[in-house]
């Protein structure tokens, strides 16, 4: 049986094999968007195993495949391909993720003994032919297409982590659950035997890398990044005194690697004169890689320039004179470019070096072209020009002004640190131009040096080429007198109206987005191979459900009301389906059952309400992980919520439970306050202490002051003053705000944030929401000034983050409500109403409104923490008032004035 294989070459490659072998077998064939399965009849599938990989090219694959299949078939073993040429070609790119680079067929094996055989027999079958090495696997021998890993069979066994997310996993012969790790190189559980005499143990992660020497003349120390087209190192050439290059590879196979290397090396020769590249050292063939080495040039990014540079200041931005005398520089640097006859096609803040004397050079040079010849696609989003951007396959090189567009949106970046990405729209689209002129309206208020360049970023961006300022005029520009302050028109705020429309947009897509039938209410949320819980607030219908619920409250919008009703009862089916609870609030149930009750008191269902009390109580409260968030501190929240909202005394003992074991179990470490995560747990949370909200001291101190107020517990509040004073005393203060290390010094890394960005996971956002609440507390001046700083630090770094809650603009906003609500002060309305004007600067026109990606990605997610629902709340409360989600408050916004 099959539902066709395709008219793709290698459908028809797959049909004639089957023709030839397989007749009268009823093979079932299946094709989905990517792959296309083949399966012997009666096959039942191993849940895990030996699995076989070959590889091929966009070249070798047809007669890769014909010859494979035929082994395969005669072996009556199941297996997969990449189902076309376009696919082959994505699998072999050097954009391609490296864990699956390559992987053109699966093999699964039925046992080990058939492992084997079928190993050989494709080795020997495709023995000749081209592919590139696979590296998640082990070559069955040196130069052999076929690989193999121990790994699952199907993506169906997952469990639930200590994080919160659905990870693959394979079962251990004790029964245990072991994680199924899909890496860039070999991994293999301890306890799997080996498929082969001659396979080497997996290397543990400590004993990867160490000094390589290429070509008897470079000695790699460190790896700058690794993709599938190959690595870029550090390295001291031996031959020159131990002179510093940097050392850039083409593997082999991965297409077009190798003759963009070579492009590189030509264009670094034709613009050596004019001092603005790296020097070529080298160009060498080394075990079929191909080597560029280029001199390296002291300095930094100008991506990491303006970051450096924003971290010295209070405003989060370079200083004006600095940005306006590189400006000019980068002008002069394109024109040299322009004037040797060559166009840049990929001119971006990570492809310019400032050296320490300010000066700009140009690397990464491998898309440069003569305008007109034959070129392969580039594309790097905020920076590619709109004639570009629909370019996929080989075509003439575009003319200079497309340059024009990338320097233009280059002069953004360094007046602002913001990258102007803009995905899709739904038609009727709006022109880049006028999506960069939003963008720059809006990020220009409060920024003296973006004010000064605005007519000429938007003159270089215009998207017609042809409209486009020349450099000459740029030049003429920068020489000018700078114009007077209101000389170009800022956008400020979002007004109330704009809030509204916004709003209502971004609740009708949620509703419409809701699938009542799936086990995900709304589309899941997949990040490293883990797929959310559909339950929590991270990234499930927890989180979602309070959003809507105070939208009928406010807005009574009888859309909101249908689907809360619909969703609740889902998510007290789905709560009861998964045997494993979590605590955490936020990637845990806590959250969710929480929600679940306030939902069935608005919607009037006394029997939904007993349910989700009734989930409540089953919920662990003895969990090795102390946080908000992920443990112990989060859980207490709810739980002091639902006696609050009950006056239920069992949840009275739960939540003192919770502040006992944390009140018993902090660590007083000098003049500080810390709850370390243990080391060792199965959790990328183990051995992390953190100072912010989400899995550290402000977190749990908030807890901790709303239990001791609650509970008439003096020792918890004065144990979260403590904590306050920690925070107070590890502030680095500068100009008008405060900044907080991730924790103590040398204590974990920083996992994506810079150690003082103010986020409200991990920073002053979610510091300053402690603060001012220990503020109001004890009236303590000291507190409520921190607050006040932290405030600052959110509003400055408004174009430095993302628009979501969980690291960006949605959650510092909410510090901002919070400081209203507890100040009175107006001003902090007006900064939040700056914070939602930065995220309406980043919307998309789908779905027949205006949606916000969150993070300058086409993907929408409807979840709190990281998409729509998030930033749908942010705005209702400054919007309509209220009290704070997930947060243990008995203070609400006054409904601002309209």
């Not at 399965?37 to 590889?55: A, I, N, T």
């Not at 190993?119 to 020997?124: I, K, N, P, T, V």
């Not at 969710?592 to 306030?598: D, F, G, Q």
């Not at 202490?689 to 020792?715: C, K, N, Q, W």
């Amino acid at each position: 049986m099959t539902d066709g294989a395709g008219t793709d070459e290698l459908g028809k490659v797959l049909q004639s094999a089957l023709e030839e072998i397989a007749r009268p077998d009823n093979w079932v064939v299946r094709t989905e968007p990517f792959w296309c399965y083949v399966e012997p009849p009666g096959y039942g599938r191993r849940p895990q195993g030996w699995k076989l990989h070959v590889s091929a090219t966009c070249e070798s694959a047809p007669p890769v495949l014909e010859r494979a299949a035929k082994v395969l078939l005669e072996r009556r073993a199941c297996f997969k391909f990449a189902k076309g040429l376009a696919q082959v070609a994505e699998l072999t790119s050097m954009r391609h993720p490296r864990a699956s680079s390559g992987k053109f067929i699966t093999v699964y094996p039925d046992d080990d003994e058939h492992f084997r055989v079928l190993a050989e027999e494709l080795h020997q079958a495709t023995e000749g032919l081209a592919g590139p090495a696979i590296f998640s696997d082990l070559a069955y021998r040196p130069g052999s297409l076929v690989h193999y890993r121990y790994g699952g069979f199907t993506d169906g066994l997952t469990v639930l982590d200590m994080d919160g997310s659905y990870v693959p996993m394979l079962v251990a012969p004790d029964g245990s659950w072991v994680e199924d790790r899909r890496e860039a190189y070999y991994t293999a559980p301890a306890w799997v035997p080996p498929p082969l005499p001659a396979t080497p143990a997996a290397k543990p992660d400590e004993q990867r890398g160490g000094p390589v020497l290429i070509a008897g003349r470079f000695e790699v120390d460190e790896a700058v990044r690794h993709s599938s087209r190959g690595g870029v190192y550090r390295a001291a050439d031996r031959r020159r005194d131990g002179a510093r290059v940097i050392l850039k590879e083409a593997r082999p196979h991965i297409a077009p690697a190798r003759t963009l290397l070579r492009r590189e090396a030509e264009m670094l020769d034709l613009l050596e004169p004019l001092g603005i590249t790296p020097r070529t050292v080298a160009l060498l063939d080394y075990q079929d890689h191909l080597f560029l080495a280029e001199e390296e040039i002291p300095g930094s990014s100008l991506k990491k320039w303006v970051a450096d540079r924003s971290r010295d200041e209070s405003s989060r931005r370079p200083p004006s004179p600095e940005v306006l005398d590189l400006a000019g520089r980068l002008v002069d640097m394109v024109a040299l470019v322009h004037g040797a006859g060559l166009v840049l096609r990929d001119l971006s803040p990570g492809n310019v070096v400032v050296t320490p004397d300010g000066m700009p050079r140009l690397v990464d040079l491998e898309f440069a072209a003569r305008p007109g010849e034959p070129v392969v696609p580039v594309m790097t989003p905020g920076y590619t020009a709109p004639e570009q951007s629909g370019d996929r396959a080989p075509h003439p090189a575009c003319a200079q002004t497309a340059d024009l567009y990338s320097l233009g949106a280059c002069l953004l970046y360094l007046c602002s640190g913001v990258d102007p990405v803009f995905p899709s729209e739904d038609e009727p689209v709006r022109t880049a131009g006028e999506r960069m002129e939003l963008l720059v309206r809006t990020a220009a208020h409060g920024n003296d040096a973006l004010r000064r360049l605005a007519p000429l970023i938007l003159g270089l961006t215009a998207t017609d080429p042809d409209e486009r300022w020349d450099l000459t005029r740029a030049r003429a520009f920068l020489r000018s007198d700078p114009p007077g302050p209101a000389a170009f028109d800022v956008i400020a705020v979002l007004t109330p109206g704009e809030q509204d429309l916004l709003l209502r947009d971004l609740l009708h897509h949620i509703v419409r987005q809701m699938d009542p039938e799936g086990r995900h209410l709304w589309p899941p949320v997949i990040h490293e191979n883990r797929m959310g819980d559909p339950c929590s607030v991270h990234t499930g219908a927890g989180g979602i459900l309070p959003v809507l619920n105070r939208a009928i409250l406010v807005l009574d919008d009888e859309r909101c009301r249908d689907a809360l009703a619909v969703a609740a009862a889902r998510l007290n089916e789905e709560l009861r389906r998964e045997p494993r609870v979590l605590p955490g609030l936020f990637f845990g149930r806590s959250g969710a059952a929480w929600a679940l009750y306030e939902t069935a008191r608005t919607l009037g269902d006394e029997g939904l309400a007993e349910s989700a009390l009734a989930y409540a109580k089953r919920i662990p409260l003895r969990w090795p992980v102390p946080d908000y968030t992920h443990g112990t501190a989060g859980a207490g929240v709810a739980q002091l919520a639902l006696w609050r909202a009950t006056g239920d005394p069992e949840f009275r003992v739960r939540a003192r439970f919770c502040a006992d074991r944390l009140a018993d179990e902090c660590e007083h470490r000098g003049d500080e306050v810390v709850w370390p995560i243990p080391e060792g747990l199965e959790s990328k949370l183990g051995g992390l202490v953190h100072y912010g909200f989400a899995h550290g001291t402000a977190g749990i101190a908030t807890f901790l002051l709303s239990a001791g107020h609650a509970l008439d517990e003096p020792r918890y509040i004065e144990l979260a003053v403590t904590c306050g004073r920690t925070l107070q005393s590890k502030a680095e203060r500068l100009g008008d705000i405060a900044r907080w290390p991730v924790g103590p010094e040398g204590a974990n890394p920083t996992r994506g944030a810079e150690p003082d960005t103010a986020w409200w996971c991990n920073g002053a956002g979610g510091i300053g929401a402690f603060l001012i609440r220990l503020w109001r507390a004890t009236g303590e001046p000291g507190f409520r000034e921190m607050a006040e700083m932290a405030a600052s630090a959110v509003r400055n770094e408004r174009w430095a983050l993302s628009h979501i809650h969980c690291h960006g603009n949605a959650g510092n906003g909410e510090l901002l409500l919070d400081m209203a609500a507890v100040l009175g002060d107006d001003r902090y309305l007006t900064w939040a109403a700056e914070l939602a004007a930065c995220i309406h600067s980043g919307h998309v026109r789908r779905d027949g409104g205006k949606l916000i990606p969150p993070q300058a990605t086409p993907e929408l997610s409807c979840s709190y923490n990281m998409g729509l629902a998030g930033i749908a709340g942010f705005l209702l409360r400054l919007r309509y008032g209220g009290r704070r989600w997930f947060m243990p408050d008995d203070f609400s916004l006054e409904t601002p004035a309209r």
